[in-house]
């Protein structure tokens, strides 16, 4: 057993950590998911795997993950607009970005748990703005239904993406032999998760 993280062995908050783990590493999934979409938008005859590479390395050759949010989001915004999924797209960015800013408060902090007061994080960020920060300044509450409830919307983003993918293809004509959108449809509306308790 390590003890790099001893608030995630199992006698503490193992099943959180799970989550947590799976939320920071699952984050890139969505942005690969995110960079698929600017691929299909993409013009020319390229074959799908060129304009993947392509858009991959406008969105990876930079750091920040904000960057690459707005770097999809200003090169493939004209073309979900000319294919009548404005609205879809819209939500759609702006709840990538709410899932960056979950990933991002758990990039930058410290844990602390007691079987009493449970798991807690202080975002470091924001404890080294404080004029005389100590140790447990900022403690913010988590639960396991509250993890889970932020792992539900990650998927639900991911979703989101893949029936992007499918209706922008469908609609520009790029897959017309067989409807996508059947495949991958719109998931229910989720609301956004708190960032913590």
Not at 32 to 48: I, K, Q, R
Not at 112 to 125: K, R, V
């Amino acid at each position: 057993m390590s003890d790099l993280m001893p608030c995630f062995w199992p006698e503490n908050a193992e099943k959180e950590g799970n989550i947590i783990g799976r939320l920071l590493t699952g984050y890139g999934e969505l942005e690969f998911e995110m960079c698929h979409c600017l691929a299909v938008a993409t013009p020319g005859n390229f074959n799908d795997a060129i304009k993947i590479n392509e858009a991959a390395k406008l969105l990876f050759g930079q750091r920040g993950e904000e960057k690459r949010i707005t770097t999809a989001d200003n090169a493939m915004r004209a073309a979900y607009a000319s294919a009548h999924l404005a609205k879809i797209y819209d939500e759609t960015i702006s709840d990538m970005h709410w899932c960056r800013k979950i990933r991002n408060q758990y990039s930058h902090c410290t844990w602390y748990y007691t079987a009493t007061e449970g798991l807690h994080f202080i975002n470091l960020e924001d404890w080294a703005k404080s004029p005389t920060p100590t140790l447990t300044d900022g403690r913010l509450p988590l639960t396991t239904a509250l993890l889970m409830e932020q792992e539900n919307y990650f998927m639900y983003v991911k979703r989101s993406f893949w029936h992007l993918t499918a209706a922008y293809q469908n609609t520009s004509g790029q897959r017309a032999k067989r409807n996508l959108i059947s495949a991958f449809p719109l998931p229910p509306k989720l609301p956004r998760p708190p960032m913590h308790g």
